[in-house]
């Protein structure tokens, strides 16, 4: 969904994502118009300190068009987060446009949820083609796959 009148007052995505496994994020961009608490997740995971839920939730220190600066907390928070919809939890990822630090983490959940197939290509086609804007975050999610074999 990237029409500036999504759902939700949401500029770009709000997208259940449904990974090898069966767990299911919702991918989000970060709201123009506040938060509504008719979209309340349990649990969110933000990829941008603009994101301030009133719901509870986590960051990951990631700058916008770069690389998570910490790849073991970047782990540790999606390895959380596929655990809390694996158990039932209605969770969420987001950025603030929802293409390249979502999609990298969307990639990055796909290897941790044992997906055998290229996890970029995986994601541009299940979620949006835009997702994973630069070489630098392709290559990334290609480490991550080396470094956390599932």
Not at 12 to 25: L, M, S, T, Y
Not at 52 to 75: A, I, N, S
Request: glycine share 12%; hydrophobic share 35%.
């Amino acid at each position: 969904m990237d029409d500036p009148a999504a759902v939700g007052g949401h500029r770009g995505h709000r997208d259940a994502v449904e990974f090898a496994d069966g767990a299911v994020i919702l991918a989000c961009s970060h709201p123009a118009g506040g938060y509504r608490q008719d979209e309340r997740p349990d649990f969110g995971l933000y990829l941008d300190p603009q994101w301030r839920p009133p719901w509870p939730h986590g960051h990951v220190d990631w700058p916008d068009f770069g690389l998570p600066v910490d790849d073991g907390e970047l782990h540790t928070a999606l390895d959380d987060l596929l655990r809390r919809a694996r158990g039932g939890a209605s969770v969420e990822i987001g950025c603030l446009g929802g293409h390249g630090r979502t999609g990298t983490a969307l990639a990055c959940l796909a290897v941790l949820s044992r997906l055998d197939v290229d996890p970029v290509e995986w994601v541009r086609a299940r979620y949006c083609d835009r997702a994973i804007e630069t070489a630098e975050q392709v290559d990334y999610v290609h480490r991550f796959a080396l470094r956390y074999p599932t």
